[in-house]
């Protein structure tokens, strides 16, 4: 809080809770009744279903003498949420705990007229929940006497019950208005029906076909065969950095689950489906929480308060939000849109840079300074708060995941020595100094340069889960065995790239004279790591690099065992449900394979590197941000299409494809679209296929099945890829969101086809499992 001598000051907020750049002080925006924000903070004991109330003090201007919340205040100007509730906390009631100690529970507006109109209050909650396992003795708070005079503990029940009488001695609070959520969301946790939980996670799970992936191991020399046992314990490392970038207290949860795994059939259940989506959101499912902070771990926490004799310390829950961040672990979590802008235009160009790119988190400075306990010196006194001017700062991924990258490096170079072929020693070389180094260049240079019967792809590429602004990368390994028949049989449309470049539907001006051939390597995969989660990936074109696609080209990697995995596991059985009886027969797994090949290779042409019409350099992911990943699937989806046909056009590959490619296509969009409306795949599966069901491409039956018209579709395909070529060349987001928002979603026919496939119950993707390298890591650990 501010100092007496100078009032605070609060940003004034528009009607709808942003930012308007003005700030005022606290009294002005009072009188005014200016919109602003302030922070609730709950402190609930679970062993005793309690609640911690504060009494406010006597001399304050609102609710003088009455029972509160158990901590809250005004958000500063400048200030952010998270960081306001931890120090509100701390300040009032000598309470400090990390920012996993801080669950964002709901936000509600506040409206009241207090003291005849003399104090207006129109102002944004953010309320948060701090859940302990049990009360905290009373004595081990610190009071703050210009802001509270006592502290007690209250039933769940009994204070809502009070709340509801409208009991004198409390803060009003309508406990059947938006407040009802605080009492709902707890009981809704602590009184669940184990039964049904379980039936409803053996629901989800069902999803996925278990399917064993068991590649040859023929033709791997033995000096590979003992890097790879190195290679796969590297990728479990970028296994642990995943969970670290997708929200900070997911590893505890992971460690949690596993270690109660076997405590009951619910526990078993909730570790098999946390293992498949790696976090406590479900991928199918739009992102929805299957679990909650009540399923989470519970640590200790032993310098929060002033030492109470007889006292171990706080033991409090993990917490995560019910709604997945959409910064992951990127960002603050409290940091907005706004704030980020107003920050970076105050860097310097190459500061900006490193701010907007792949290898980088921002972070706080104010939250560094809490993260020292106030109390680490034993003397139970509370050290003042320092605030630091410019808040946020970036830091490169070399130091925010280094104790996970020293040891992956580590291990890299280590396969690297013992290795026999050249490629590969110099891919796992450079790739060691990049974690280190941060500079990730030369080594996604020797990544394409990949020549070998082992063939691995590791490090930070795709930015899915940076649904802020698309920028930040995430890690993931694939390891696998080179096909060598299948990579020769796919060299045509790596060639050809530079041709389909000078022909897309797109205005000459957009188009790049000096597209690069496209090397393709098909493998068997072994195993994979890190960002695969949920639905799995079948193939993959890197780097995203613009200065590498720009000076290089792209690589492109299909993996064929999981590809044959899902045509013969889901594609099929949606063919045989949602397409016309007389086209089924064109429904096969060279055309899903081959459109899966050119849909990669479409990666590596289009707009990139674009110029803005102020004459400015700039890039689509730059300018797209957080609609890039969707419209850019989309894209290389629609465009490899059109590039099929172009193809066969030109007698490259055989007219025999292209009934069978566009019929494909159609059963295919019902497997993408069940990935989710809010996975990047998805959603630009969705706009592709509204799209052309609306220009009559695609057709349904009276008994719910589709067909492609042929005399409609190639047509209907060339108009959509021009489309989203156009708003990439552009670099125009307000045209991408606009043909996301009117085609991107679910709508009626998509409607018919899902509601067939959840009664038929068509898995929806595959859920692998790595016998050969559970087998090398179980034998490497018995030798050792």
């Known amino acids: 809080m501010a100092e007496a001598h100078e009032e605070e000051r609060l940003d004034v907020l528009t009607r709808t809770g942003q930012k308007t750049g003005i700030s005022k002080c606290r009294s002005e925006v009072h009188r005014d009744g200016d919109f602003h924000r302030s922070v609730h903070v709950w402190i609930f004991s679970e062993s005793t279903q309690e609640l911690l109330l504060q009494r406010r003090a006597d001399c304050k201007d609102s609710w003088p003498g009455l029972w509160d919340i158990s901590s809250a205040g005004h958000i500063s100007a400048g200030d952010s949420s998270l960081v306001s509730a931890r120090r509100e906390l701390h300040e009032e009631l000598g309470l400090a705990l990390p920012n996993d100690a801080f669950e964002l529970i709901f936000v509600f507006l506040q409206k009241c007229v207090l003291n005849d109109g003399k104090f207006i209050n129109n102002e944004f909650n953010d309320v948060y929940l701090v859940t302990t396992l049990a009360p905290i003795p009373l004595e081990a708070f610190t009071l703050q006497e210009s802001e509270v005079s006592a502290v007690k503990y209250i039933s769940l029940e009994e204070y809502r019950s009070l709340l509801a009488k409208e009991d004198h001695e409390y803060v009003p609070c309508d406990v059947n208005g938006q407040y009802g959520q605080l009492f709902d969301i707890l009981a809704k946790r602590y009184n669940c029906n184990t039964e049904a939980r379980c039936l409803s996670l053996q629901k989800q799970i069902s ?443 030109k007698e490259l590959l055989p007219i025999s494809l292209i009934k069978s490619m566009y019929v494909s296509f159609l059963a295919g969009c019902f497997r993408s679209i069940r990935f989710g409306l809010e996975e990047a795949h998805g959603k630009g599966q969705a706009l592709q296929f509204n799209w052309l069901f609306e220009k009559e491409a695609f057709v349904l039956h009276s008994d719910g099945t589709f067909s492609v018209d042929f005399t409609k579709v190639e047509e209907a395909v060339e108009s959509l890829s021009r489309k989203i070529l156009t708003i990439q060349a552009k670099g125009d987001k307000e045209a991408a969101k606009s043909l996301l928002q009117e085609y991107g979603k679910m709508t009626e026919p998509l409607q018919v086809a899902m509601e067939k496939l959840e009664r038929i119950q068509v898995p929806v993707d595959i859920s692998p499992i790595f016998r050969i390298a559970d087998k090398l890591l179980e034998k490497n650990h018995k030798q050792m």
Request: hydrophobic residues 40%; aromatic residues 10%.
């Open 207 to 649: 999803r996925y076909s278990p399917v064993c992936l068991d590649p040859e191991l023929n033709g791997i020399s033995e000096a590979d065969k003992e890097a790879l046992v190195l290679l796969i314990k590297a990728a479990t490392v970028i296994d642990d950095i995943f969970y670290l970038q997708v929200w900070y207290s997911n590893p505890a949860l992971r460690d949690w689950l596993k270690e109660h795994c076997d405590k009951s059939s619910l526990d078993k259940l909730k570790w098999k489906y946390y293992s498949i989506n790696k976090s406590p959101w479900s991928s199918l499912d739009e992102n929805k929480a299957f679990l909650t902070t009540v399923d989470s771990a519970v640590k200790l926490h032993v310098e929060s308060t002033k030492s109470v004799p007889g006292w171990k310390g706080l033991e409090y829950r993990a917490a995560f939000p019910v709604q997945k961040p959409p910064g992951a672990n990127f960002y603050p979590p409290d940091m907005d849109k706004k704030e980020f802008e107003l920050w970076k235009n105050c860097l310097s160009e190459d500061q900006q840079k490193a701010a907007t790119g792949y290898f980088t988190v921002i972070r706080r400075h104010s939250e560094s300074v809490l993260d020292v306990s106030p109390f680490s010196d034993k003397s139970g006194s509370i050290h003042q708060v320092v605030r630091p001017v410019n808040d946020l700062f970036i830091a490169p991924y070399s130091e925010e995941y280094k104790p996970f990258l020293i040891k992956a490096a580590e291990l890299l170079n280590k396969a690297g020595d013992l290795t026999d072929s050249p490629s590969l020693k110099r891919l796992l070389k450079t790739k060691a100094d990049a974690f280190l180094s941060n500079d990730y260049y030369e080594s996604d240079i020797a990544w394409m340069e990949l020549d070998s019967k082992l063939d691995i792809t590791i490090g930070p590429y795709e930015t899915y889960e940076d649904t802020v602004f698309g920028y930040k990368a995430t890690f993931e390994a694939f390891i696998g065995i080179r096909d060598e028949k299948a990579t020769s049989q796919v060299k045509l449309f790596g060639d050809h790239l530079q041709v389909l470049e000078q022909n897309l539907p797109l205005d000459n001006i957009y188009k790049s004279k000096d597209v690069i051939a496209a090397p393709i390597r098909v493998i068997q995969l072994v195993y994979n790591a890190g960002d695969i989660k949920g639905p799995q990936t079948i193939a993959f074109n890197l780097p995203n690099d613009e200065r590498i696609v720009k000076d290089r080209g792209t690589s492109m990697v299909m993996l064929k065992n999981v590809s044959e995995a899902k045509f013969k596991q889901i594609l099929q059985p949606i063919a045989d449900i949602c397409i016309g009886e007389e086209q089924r027969i064109h429904v096969d797994f060279e055309s899903f394979f081959t459109h899966t090949i050119c849909h990669e290779c479409c990666h590596g042409i289009g707009p990139h590197t674009i110029t803005l019409p102020s004459g400015q350099k700039s890039t689509v992911r730059l300018e797209l941000q957080e609609l890039h990943s969707a419209l850019e699937e989309a894209k290389a989806d629609i465009v490899g299409l059109w590039a099929l046909k172009f193809l066969i056009k």
